[in-house]
Nanobody
Framework: QVQLVESGGGLVQAGGSLRLSCAAS????????MAWFRQAPGKEREFAAA????????YYADSVKGRFTISRDNAKNTVYLQMNSVKPEDTAVYYCAADRQLSPQAMNTVRSYAYWGQGTQVTVDS
C-alpha cells in the first residue's frame, strides 16, 4: 500500500547536524502516523520520534529529546528527522515507519507499524 525510502544518512562529527528524509510512494500516507526508529549493532530497534498525520501529536525518546526534531510535509509525502548536537551513541541504522492512526502508547512500539523503509546508516565520529 505504501513504500518508504530513507535518505540523508552518512558520516558526521560529534556535535554536528544531519537531516534524514523519508519519501513515501504508493497509497498516500497523509493520514498515517509516521515514526523514526534506530538500531545499533547488537541492540534491538528502538524508538526515536513519532508524529501524527496532522502534526498534532509528537513524541520523542528521552535520549533524543531536545536534540532531534521530527516534522512532515504531507503535500510532499515526506517526513524528516533533523538531528542536531549528535553524539557517538546516535550511531545506528535509522528506519522510517508508518501505519494508520495509533494510540499514543502504541506510537513508540516497533510492532505497531506495518510499513518500513530500508534504513539509512548514520555514523557519528568522536
Amino acid at each position: 500500500q505504501v513504500q518508504l525510502v530513507e535518505s540523508g544518512g552518512g558520516l558526521v562529527q560529534a556535535g554536528g547536524s544531519l537531516r534524514l528524509s523519508c519519501a513515501a510512494s504508493g497509497r498516500t500516507f497523509s493520514s498515517y502516523v509516521m515514526a523514526w526508529f534506530r538500531q545499533a549493532p547488537g541492540k534491538e530497534r528502538e524508538f526515536a520520534a513519532a508524529i501524527s498525520w496532522s502534526g498534532g501529536r509528537i513524541y520523542y525518546a528521552d535520549s533524543v529529546k531536545g536534540r532531534f526534531t521530527i516534522s512532515r510535509d504531507n503535500a510532499k509525502n515526506t517526513v524528516y528527522l533533523q538531528m542536531n548536537s549528535v553524539k557517538p551513541e546516535d550511531t545506528a541504522v535509522y528506519y522510517c515507519a508508518a501505519d494508520r492512526q495509533l494510540s499514543p502508547q502504541a506510537m513508540n512500539t516497533v510492532r505497531s507499524y506495518a510499513y518500513w523503509g530500508q534504513g539509512t546508516q548514520v555514523t557519528v565520529d568522536s
